[in-house]
């Protein structure tokens, strides 16, 4: 018997067939106990936001968008059992949560509206999946994720507070596996210690799979997903990537820093910390092999290709023609950090510094704000940022063939490039 976190994504959970393929796989594996991690169904999350944002705005239709989320998960109940009394039951106590959060007027900020409304969507996708693998004969058990992850109050980007949660978890999950083989939880959220709920941050999962079989020290770790494996790029942007076999942990959080949509970068660390195995598979086809990411991999990779879109190019430039010295520097260091901006590149010149971040424009617009007040600021926006690990040139010419790029960093073994599209200019014969 061996101890396993799964986590199924949204796509896995999305609709009543998906989930009896989530029932299918789990039974495959009775000689293990199981700890499941799901996200909420499908795109549960954009509708929660979208809700969130329209109560905070007060803006017409809310009644609406929360009705739609009740009924897509009905919808989804009555295929799944026979007897929908129970399970609609404990649905309804969450959407009550809703409901008395949005009779009231708006008193908190929005961060903290954001997640106690959007946390809902996985306490409902795991409630569902709990019941319905109780209705088909897995010994399985529901665990509410918040008596183990103990966060701070960063409110949609909470951090870990690791002592709390390892205690919580190591207590609580091996007293819960006494009585059950599967446990079924939620990703992404958390709470504070005053037991306020929080959210780690879109995507966030993975993080959540990885924290807790850091915490319990799993065997291995399996993200069930709706590609074969880690390939060579998104196959939604490109024609045939390859599947990579197995990866190292560094090459793995390497390619997800750099925006490799298809694993949370937070998810290396602690597996890699304990050296936990991570499995990327596929969840149409089970046995399949997938991607293994631990200690040994391959030293020889294929160009792998990451591309992030909606991305704003920041110029700071001073006004007198005073070099941008260190303590400018360090005074924009701690704006990005102020209003949480990551930098995806950047590079400075004598008398300006450049900064490439995915665009969020609100906090952008906090950021440059502050930053006129000393320096001239100018924005380009609607940019791709493109990343390749182990380029060649044949890949890095096929990439920028009838772009602009704006701004190129080659180091090592990566390149990046921050690119305009330019519409192809055809000579009048
Ligand atoms: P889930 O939330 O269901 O776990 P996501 O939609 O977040 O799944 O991630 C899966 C998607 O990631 C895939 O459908 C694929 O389009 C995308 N993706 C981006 N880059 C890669 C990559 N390098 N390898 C595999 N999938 C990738
Ligand atoms: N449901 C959350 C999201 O869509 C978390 C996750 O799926 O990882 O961002
Ligand atoms: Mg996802």
């Known amino acids: 018997m061996e101890l396993k976190v799964f986590k199924f994504g949204g796509a896995s959970v999305r609709d009543a067939d998906n989930i009896k393929n989530v029932g299918a796989i789990v039974n495959s594996f009775k000689e293990d106990k199981i700890l499941i991690v799901v996200s909420a169904m499908g795109k549960t999350t954009n509708a929660l936001e979208k809700i969130a944002q329209s109560y905070f705005d007060q803006t017409k239709g809310l009644r609406e968008l929360v009705d739609k989320v009740k009924s897509d998960h009905h919808e989804v109940i009555d295929e799944l059992f026979d007897d929908t009394a129970a399970i609609k039951s404990e649905l309804n106590d969450l959407f009550v949560e809703i409901d008395w959060l949005i009779e009231d007027e708006v008193k908190d900020s929005y961060d903290y509206i954001y997640d106690q409304i959007v946390s809902v969507g996985e306490l409902l996708s795991s409630r569902v999946l709990n019941a319905f693998f109780n209705s088909i004969g897995l010994n399985s058990s529901w665990l509410d994720v918040r008596d183990i992850i103990k966060t701070d109050e960063s409110y949609r980007g ?46 966030g999962s993975d993080f959540t799979a990885s924290i807790l079989s850091y915490c319990i020290d799993a065997k291995e770790m399996c993200i069930w997903k709706d590609v074969p494996g880690v390939l060579t790029a998104d196959p939604r942007l490109f024609k045939n990537p390859i599947k990579l076999d197995k990866l190292t942990y560094k090459e793995a959080i390497e390619m997800t820093y ?139 010419q096929s990439l920028i063939k009838s772009k602009m790029v704006l701004l190129e960093e080659r180091h090592m073994s990566t390149i990046q490039m921050v690119i305009r599209q330019v519409p192809l200019q055809q000579r009048i014969e």
């Open 158 to 203: 909470a951090k870990v507070d690791w002592d709390s949660t390892l205690s919580f978890a190591k207590s609580g999950i091996s007293n819960a596996f006494k009585s059950a083989d599967v446990i079924v939880t939620q990703g992404f959220i958390g709470s504070t210690n005053d037991n306020q709920t929080t959210t780690l941050g879109r995507e």
């Open 258 to 396: 750099y925006g490799a949509k298809v694993i949370h970068p937070k998810t290396i660390k602690p597996l890699e910390n304990k050296g936990i195995k991570l499995y990327v598979k596929p969840f149409n086809n089970p046995s399949a092999d997938g991607t293994l990411i631990s200690a040994e991999g391959s030293n020889h990779y294929p160009p792998v290709i990451v591309i992030e879109k909606n991305q704003v190019l920041i110029s700071i430039s001073s006004n007198d023609f005073s070099f941008i010295a260190e303590d400018h520097l360090a005074m924009i260091f701690s704006l990005l950090d102020k209003y949480r901006l990551k930098v995806n590149l950047m590079r400075n010149t004598a008398i300006s510094f450049i900064v490439c971040i995915s665009s969020e424009v609100d906090r952008i617009a906090g950021f440059t704000e502050e930053l006129e007040k000393q320096f001239t600021v100018t924005q380009e926006k609607d940019l791709e940022l493109i990343t390749v690990r182990h380029y060649n040139d044949e890949t890095v």
